[in-house]
């Protein structure tokens, strides 16, 4: 192998900055971070509601949430993120989208985040509509039958054992969206794929570049498993085993 | 305090139930009887609107469950149950699932409703229990912890879907004492149940169903002594064989 090997280069000066290369990977890895924390937090969010939505007893409502699964979850998602930044704001009515094209601050940041916060919204949705399913039947109609409302029966007895049950492929979900993140670079957010791209180009020291840039991914991921891990733990219900019913 | 008039359901175009009239007063224990898929969890889960009827009206404590201005959660609310598979909520602890209904749709305070928990914990001899959940208890436990929970709400009447068929056969005279003792206090009780045994102690009336038809509604002296119809006499000698 005639490969010229420098581990010093990611104390070496950016061309035309004066910064290090270091520095420059801890900024991506800080954006990475970002995108991914901001998407999870709306796919959490939206995921719930529309997966929930999907479980209720009423064709607009469960129509509208199919709806929403099926558009996200079957354009893929670098397609997904060049419509949002390309195609959306040309649909915005005329001044908003003058402000979203020149004046809307982090405007790669917002596209990347809301896209993909949409993106596993839609995975999200689905598990939580799993895990909703699995549970017998019989605890909706015990929780009617204590007098809840059909709102108070999701909230009491539904969601809080759905989402115990749905932790483990949560888990994945949330390991997925930092791998996901990646994607954000097509549309020029300057996170961990977009910067080793750019470093690569400039040094040439691909294997040095890309290995740090697997460590920090793979470090992402792995954090995010072993918090979820925790969750799961803290989350346990004494005594019960899934299934057993 | 019931009155069910008139019944009748159809799943698409099944009828599960066919025109099935009957009431209980104030203070009557109803045991409902019948080979399975003859309606009677059907018919139970009518009373409290836990199953939609298409034809026919019930009214319970003077109120029309098929008149739209009804509310159900608060009709419910009234109206005990206790399931086959006793249904307590696992996530949360025994206590928990005696006093969350209280608190969140009697709007009790959560010191009352816990007193008023553990009192009836204390009643059906759970006591030692209260901080567990109902993963770590026996069949029996939590169906008496389910028992109570229905009883926490205060309610005017109790239905019971079948109470004791999910349990170890050793595991069924504790729950089955616990609803003998509340029938002798007085509460209004409609019991879908094979335990004959029950109904020959506490039971006013027998209801016999079959394929979706009240077929017999007799006095439990009447049903055991001569059932009317074929299909009861046939139905009695193949449970009291053993």
């Known amino acids: 192998m005639n490969y010229h090997w420098n581990w010093g280069i990611f104390f070496d000066q950016v061309q035309n900055g004066d910064e290090t290369y270091l520095a420059w990977l801890i900024s991506a890895l800080g954006w990475t971070v970002a995108v991914s924390i901001t998407a999870w937090i709306m796919a959490l969010v939206l995921g719930a509601i529309i997966g929930t939505l999907r479980t209720v007893p009423h064709r607009g409502i469960s129509f509208f949430a199919n709806a929403w699964v099926e558009l ?23 001044d908003l989208a003058l402000w979203v094209k020149q004046d809307m601050p982090a405007k790669e940041f917002v596209t990347a985040a809301i896209c993909l916060g949409l993106f596993t919204s839609s995975r999200i949705a689905e598990q939580t509509r799993a895990g909703i399913q699995s549970l017998p039947r019989g605890q909706t109609n015990a929780g009617l039958a204590m007098g809840f409302t059909r709102a108070q029966v999701y909230r009491y007895v539904l969601l809080p054992m759905a989402f115990r049950i749905i932790v483990p492929p949560l888990t994945s979900e949330l390991m997925n969206i930092f791998k996901n993140s990646s994607v954000a670079f097509a549309i020029g957010v300057l996170e961990l794929t977009f910067v080793s791209r750019q470093m690569q180009e400039d040094t040439s020291q ?5 290995a740090a840039v697997t460590l920090l991914y793979f470090i992402c991921a792995f954090a995010a498993n072993r918090g979820m891990a ?14 057993a019913h | 305090m019931i009155e069910i008039k008139n019944v009748s359901k159809w799943y698409g175009q099944f009828q599960v139930l066919t025109e099935c009239t009957t009431q209980v007063a104030k203070g009557e224990v ?30 319970v404590d003077g109120i029309s469950l098929s008149d739209p201005k009804t509310d159900l959660p608060k009709l419910r609310s009234r109206v005990g149950m206790v399931f086959q598979n006793f249904e307590l909520f696992p996530h949360m602890s025994i206590t928990e699932n005696l006093t969350i209904a209280q608190v969140k749709v009697l709007g009790r305070s959560s010191d009352e409703a816990r007193d008023v928990g ?60 616990v609803m003998v003792q509340l029938a002798k206090e007085g509460m209004t009780m409609m019991c879908v149940t094979h335990e004959m045994g029950f109904a020959r102690k506490v039971a006013s009336r027998v209801i016999f169903m079959d394929h979706g038809r009240i077929v017999e509604d007799d006095s439990k002296e009447a049903f055991f002594g001569s059932p009317r119809s074929e299909r009861a006499q046939l139905f009695l000698s193949k449970i009291l064989q053993h």
């Open chain 2, 118 to 177: 553990l009192k009836l914990l204390d009643r059906v001899g759970l006591t030692a229990q209260a901080a567990k959940f109902p993963g770590q208890l026996s069949g029996g436990q939590q169906q008496r912890v389910a028992i109570a929970r229905a009883l926490s709400m205060n309610p005017i009447c109790m239905l019971f879907d079948e109470p004791t068929s999910a349990l170890d056969p050793e595991m069924v005279n504790e729950v089955l004492d």
């Open chain 1, 72 to 94: 996200f979850r079957n354009i893929p998602l670098l397609v997904q993120m060049f419509l949002w930044f390309f195609v959306v704001p040309e649909l915005l009515p005329k």
């Open chain 1, 230 to 243: 925790l969750v799961e733990k803290r989350v346990q219900v004494p005594g019960y085993i899934a299934g």
């Open chain 2, 30 to 59: 109803i045991v409902v009887c019948g080979p399975s898929g003859s309606g009677k969890s059907t018919l139970i889960k009518c009373v409290n609107a836990l199953e939609p009827f298409q034809q026919g009206d019930v009214v």
């Open chain 1, 206 to 210: 691909g294997i040095e570049v890309y």
